[in-house]
């Protein structure tokens, strides 16, 4: 049987689960949308998951980022629960030793994250505006009637570029229709689109940073090849794309989990028959005080499995010591 840890990253657009082996290579990785069901998206991961197996596994620990991180933690039962920042600078630094600049581009959001001598030292967060996430680079090859795995090639054709004013996902889309009325072509279009985004980024993100090689890219973005050559024009130097960049969040909680094991060597895991129990979120305020605080509950089954929100601890301890007694 062989010993293996879970990652998974949980986002507004896509939830990410990954498993890895104690050799650190990668058994299995499900990249699925979130639509709004972050409960329904981990249960479809770990039945992804659990499918791809083609022999016995067991589970010696589990790691949760993103922005559901907590409610996928309880679901589950997560060992380690931590921010994409540290997610996605472990892995990067498993990826390539010594890599001194990230840069996470998802599919609503986007992220600069520096490392000096193997610590975070720096990080910058766009979560405002969308020119240059994935959700934006979708609609635009889907109004140009370009399959989006084909958007990156056909940038790389572009023999005159033209230049697209990228400051701002709706001027940028104006900008590209103008430039199409005008008469250029797609590929020079596509290309003056993929400068734009680049230099919106390193704008928004990287000003007054020092961007340091080696430098990583990561995220559903870092697939588009257009955007990774305006990188290395705009930049002067090579970028470097991992293998599974799209899962890199997961594969952080991945590595943070096998710490975790070694440490501890136990597991709160729930296993995979969770994919098989229905969940419902219920939330009340409590009126016991003045901070009328929102108590979220989940139920598994209809049992009462764990509660948050409450600043006091009152009700989400209460539920703890109810488990312990169960159990």
Same mark, same amino acid.
């Given at each position: 049987?062989?010993?293996?840890?879970?990652?998974?990253?949980?986002?507004?657009?896509?939830?990410?689960?990954?498993?890895?082996?104690?050799?650190?290579?990668?058994?299995?990785?499900?990249?699925?949308?979130?639509?709004?069901?972050?409960?329904?998206?981990?249960?479809?991961?770990?039945?992804?998951?659990?499918?791809?197996?083609?022999?016995?596994?067991?589970?010696? $620990?589990? @790691?949760?980022?993103?922005? /559901?991180?907590?409610?996928?933690?309880?679901? +589950?039962? #997560?060992? *380690?629960?931590?921010?994409?920042?540290?997610?996605?600078?472990?892995?990067?630094?498993?990826?390539?030793?010594?890599?001194?600049?990230?840069?996470?581009?998802?599919?609503?959001?986007?992220?600069?994250?520096?490392?000096?001598?193997?610590?975070?030292?720096?990080?910058?967060?766009?979560?405002?505006?969308?020119?240059?996430?994935?959700?934006?680079?979708?609609?635009?090859?889907?109004?140009?009637?370009?399959?989006?795995?084909?958007?990156?090639?056909?940038?790389?054709?572009?023999?005159?570029?033209?230049?697209?004013?990228?400051?701002?996902?709706?001027?940028?889309?104006?900008?590209?229709?103008?430039?199409?009325?005008?008469?250029?072509?797609?590929?020079?279009?596509?290309?003056?689109?993929?400068?734009?985004?680049?230099?919106?980024?390193?704008?928004?993100? $990287?000003? @007054?940073?020092?961007?340091? /090689?080696?430098?990583?890219?990561?995220?559903? +973005?870092? #697939?588009? *090849?257009?955007?990774?050559?305006?990188?290395?024009?705009?930049?002067?130097?090579?970028?470097?794309?991992?293998?599974?960049?799209?899962?890199?969040?997961?594969?952080?909680?991945?590595?943070?989990?096998?710490?975790?094991?070694?440490?501890?060597?136990?597991?709160?895991?729930?296993?995979?028959?969770?994919?098989?129990?229905?969940?419902?979120?219920?939330?009340?305020?409590?009126?016991?005080?003045?901070?009328?605080?929102?108590?979220?509950?989940?139920?598994?089954?209809?049992?009462?499995?764990?509660?948050?929100?409450?600043?006091?601890?009152?009700?989400?301890?209460?539920?703890?010591?109810?488990?312990?007694?169960?159990?």
């Amino acid at each position: 049987m062989k010993n293996c840890y879970l990652g998974i990253d949980v986002g507004s657009v896509s939830t990410n689960v990954a498993l890895m082996d104690d050799n650190n290579e990668i058994i299995g990785k499900v990249y699925t949308a979130t639509q709004g069901k972050p409960i329904d998206a981990v249960q479809r991961g770990l039945k992804e998951i659990k499918s791809q197996l083609n022999e016995d596994i067991k589970v010696k $620990g589990v @790691g949760t980022t993103g922005s /559901g991180r907590h409610l996928a933690a309880m679901i +589950v039962g #997560a060992d *380690v629960i931590k921010n994409e920042i540290t997610a996605h600078g472990i892995a990067a630094l498993s990826f390539v030793k010594g890599v001194r600049t990230i840069f996470e581009i998802g599919g609503q959001d986007s992220k600069i994250i520096l490392l000096r001598n193997g610590i975070i030292s720096d990080f910058a967060m766009n979560t405002v505006c969308a020119a240059g996430t994935g959700s934006f680079l979708d609609r635009q090859a889907a109004r140009i009637g370009i399959k989006i795995q084909e958007f990156g090639d056909m940038a790389l054709k572009s023999k005159n570029p033209v230049r697209i004013a990228g400051r701002c996902a709706v001027f940028a889309e104006s900008d590209m229709i103008h430039k199409q009325q005008l008469g250029h072509n797609q590929e020079d279009i596509i290309k003056g689109l993929c400068d734009a985004l680049v230099r919106n980024f390193l704008n928004n993100l $990287g000003k @007054g940073k020092e961007l340091l /090689g080696p430098i990583v890219f990561q995220g559903g +973005v870092a #697939a588009n *090849v257009g955007i990774k050559k305006s990188f290395e024009e705009a930049l002067n130097q090579e970028i470097f794309v991992p293998t599974h960049h799209d899962v890199m969040g997961a594969i952080g909680c991945c590595l943070l989990a096998q710490e975790h094991s070694l440490k501890k060597n136990s597991t709160q895991f729930k296993g995979f028959d969770i994919i098989n129990s229905g969940y419902q979120v219920k939330g009340f305020e409590c009126e016991d005080c003045s901070n009328l605080c929102e108590v979220i509950e989940i139920m598994r089954d209809g049992q009462l499995m764990a509660r948050w929100g409450d600043k006091c601890g009152k009700w989400s301890d209460k539920v703890k010591s109810d488990i312990e007694k169960l159990a």
